[in-house]
């Protein structure tokens, strides 16, 4: 049986798919949809069936102000309620 790419919407066959979190993905669909970097299979988030890098997800839809720790060097906080990615 032949599934469809959630994000194009075209076939994915056995030989080429990307299963991650109950779907199958072409190799070059599976990018997080904010920043476009590509995404490791099982080592992503999604929103409304939408792929995100942990980043980007927790810069969208995490709690406001707070990052995990291993993001404390790699953002300078230019205000109470912003920062800059460094990256």
Do not use: W
């Not at 299963?19 to 970097?37: E, I, T, V």
Request: charged share 20%.
């Amino acid at each position: 049986m032949v599934g469809y790419c959630p994000i194009c919407g075209k076939p994915v066959y056995f030989g080429e798919k990307k299963r991650s979190l109950g779907r199958d993905y072409h190799p070059l669909c599976l990018k997080c949809q904010k920043c476009n970097r590509q995404l490791t299979a099982g080592q992503h988030a999604e929103y409304d069936e939408k792929p995100y890098c942990s980043h980007c997800y927790l810069k969208m839809f995490g709690p406001r102000g707070t990052l995990p720790s291993h993001y404390e060097n790699t953002h300078t906080h230019t205000s109470a309620s912003t920062f800059e990615c460094n990256l």
